[in-house]
């Protein structure tokens, strides 16, 4: 059932609503002349569209009551959007925030979801998170295979030139550390 665009009070019309008025009637025209395109025609007679009625197989049982899922126990800090209003029902707690990492989840998730220095902030979180790992690992005597886990066999194997550029920007970022530090402690 299309809406009716000839019955309009000579009063509301202005010259916005004319020129609506039109592109409605040439977008209306236009998927008439379209149909035949295969995937076109959502707006097909009911009688003809797949999934009209909406039929569930097999149908929703009646009068089948449930009691609400006990809510799992929140035993280590768990972060949530703030556009949230409480905890979903199941949250994961294998790796709970700490260190540097946790504080700076802690500050991101004081940020709405749409603030791209929420995503920001997570992202360098997860990579001080990584560099907190392998000193944790080396504390507890371990010995990390930093080659495999961060995948420098395969880029060399694969792409040489790219992993010359990585460690020279590595080297760079590095070198310009030492440099600061060792200048600061001269004063």
Do not use: C
């Amino acid at each position: 059932m299309q809406p009716r665009t000839d019955v309009v009070r000579q009063n509301d019309v202005t010259e916005d609503t004319q020129t609506l008025l039109a592109r409605n009637q040439r977008s209306a025209g236009l998927a008439r002349d379209m149909s035949h395109i295969q995937g076109w025609g959502v707006d097909l007679d009911r009688k003809n569209r797949p999934a009209v009625p909406m039929e569930r197989t097999p149908p929703r049982l009646e009068n089948v009551h449930w009691d609400r899922p006990e809510e799992q126990p929140m035993t280590v800090r768990v972060f949530h959007s703030p556009e949230r209003p409480g905890m979903t029902p199941v949250f994961g707690t294998r790796q709970p925030p700490k260190g540097l990492s946790g504080i700076m989840r802690a500050a991101a998730y004081k940020m709405t979801e749409n603030d791209i220095r929420h995503w920001l902030l997570l992202l360098v979180a997860d990579r001080v998170d990584m560099v907190e790992g392998i000193g944790e690992d080396l504390m507890h005597g371990r010995v990390p295979n930093v080659l495999g886990e961060m995948g420098i066999k395969a880029e060399l194997k694969h792409n040489p030139q790219g992993l010359v550029k990585k460690a020279a920007v590595t080297a760079a970022v590095v070198g310009l550390g030492y440099y600061l530090l060792s200048r600061r402690r001269a004063r």
